[in-house]
C-alpha cells in the first residue's frame, strides 16, 4: 500500500508538473466517468495536497480525493507519449500544457466539492501527518496512552492516531528506534514511545527526500542487520498485517 511518503512524493511530483495549468480532463474508464472526472476538464489545477495516505487535487470549488491502495497508482508522463498500461483502463487523465497525470484502480477516487471535503468523515477523522514537520508527537503520545493495551506495532497504523504510516514504516520505524513492535504502549516510558514516533518521521522523511531504498528490517531475509539475531514476522493487529523485528536487539 502507498504509505505517506509516495504520497508526498506524487503530489509535489503533481504540483510541479501540472499546478496553475488549465486541464484537459478525461476518464477513459467508465470507473472514472462515474466518479465524475471529467467535470475537471477545463478547470486550472490550484494545487496537489498529501494528506497521510490520501492525495487531493484542489480544482477552485472542487477537489478530486484519491486513494491508491495496494492497487492503485498515479502515473506522470510527457503528454503524447506512449504509456505503460492500456489507455482504456485509466480512471483519469489529466492532461497539462506538456505533462499528463494518469491514475489507474485503488479503492478511492472521488470528486468532492470543497465543502464536503471539509466536513468529510473519513478525511476528518485523520490524525496528524506523520510528514507534517508541526506535528506534536508529545501530544500523540498522549492519545495513544488512551489505549494501553494496545502494542505499537498496531497503534502506528491507526490514521486516526497517525496518518501516513503504514505496514513497512511501522516495522522500519519500531527497528529504528530498538522497540519491540509487540509491547503495549502503556508499558513504553515516555522516552521510548517518543522515539518511536519520532523514528517513523525521520525515517519517512528520508524516503520523501531520497526514495526508497534497501529496507533496514522490513521484509528481511537473513540475520538482522544491526546486531546479528534473527528476525522474526507475523501478522499484527484486527488487520492482520505482517510486522518484522529482531528477537534480539528489539527485545
Not at 505503460?84 to 499528463?100: D, F, H, M, N, T
Request: glycine share 12%; with cysteine; hydrophobic share 40%.
Amino acid at each position: 500500500m502507498a504509505e505517506g511518503d509516495t504520497i508526498l512524493r506524487l503530489a509535489r511530483r503533481i504540483d510541479a508538473a501540472l499546478a496553475g495549468e488549465q486541464i484537459a480532463a478525461s476518464a477513459p474508464s467508465p470507473r472514472g466517468r462515474a466518479a465524475g472526472v471529467e467535470r475537471l476538464d477545463g478547470r486550472r489545477l490550484d494545487r496537489a495536497e498529501a494528506r497521510g495516505k490520501h492525495l487531493l487535487l484542489h480544482f477552485g470549488d472542487l477537489v478530486l480525493h484519491s486513494h491508491l491502495g495496494m492497487s492503485g497508482g498515479w502515473h506522470l508522463h510527457p503528454r503524447g507519449t506512449a504509456w505503460r498500461r492500456p489507455r482504456s483502463s485509466a480512471w483519469a487523465v489529466l492532461a497539462g500544457g506538456e505533462q499528463e497525470a494518469v491514475q489507474f484502480g485503488g479503492p478511492t477516487l472521488r470528486l468532492l466539492s470543497a465543502a464536503q471535503l471539509r466536513r468529510d468523515p473519513q478525511l476528518s477523522r485523520l490524525g496528524p501527518d506523520v510528514l507534517d514537520p508541526d506535528a506534536d508527537l508529545a501530544a500523540i503520545a498522549r492519545v495513544a496512552r488512551g489505549d494501553p493495551a494496545r502494542t505499537v506495532g498496531d497503534a502506528l497504523l491507526d490514521q486516526r492516531l497517525l496518518a501516513g504510516v503504514g505496514n513497512i514504516f511501522k516495522s522500519e520505524a519500531c527497528f529504528a528506534a530498538a522497540v519491540d513492535p509487540w509491547r503495549a504502549v502503556g508499558d513504553l516510558s515516555e522516552e521510548e514511545l517518543l522515539t518511536v514516533l519520532a523514528a517513523a518521521r525521520a525515517e519517512m522523511q528520508g524516503a520523501v527526500a531520497d526514495g526508497r531504498k534497501a529496507f533496514a528490517i522490513y521484509r528481511r531475509r537473513g540475520p538482522c542487520p544491526r546486531c546479528g539475531g534473527r528476525v522474526l514476522s507475523r501478522g499484527q493487529g484486527d488487520a492482520n498485517r505482517t510486522t518484522y523485528w529482531c528477537s534480539r536487539c528489539q527485545a
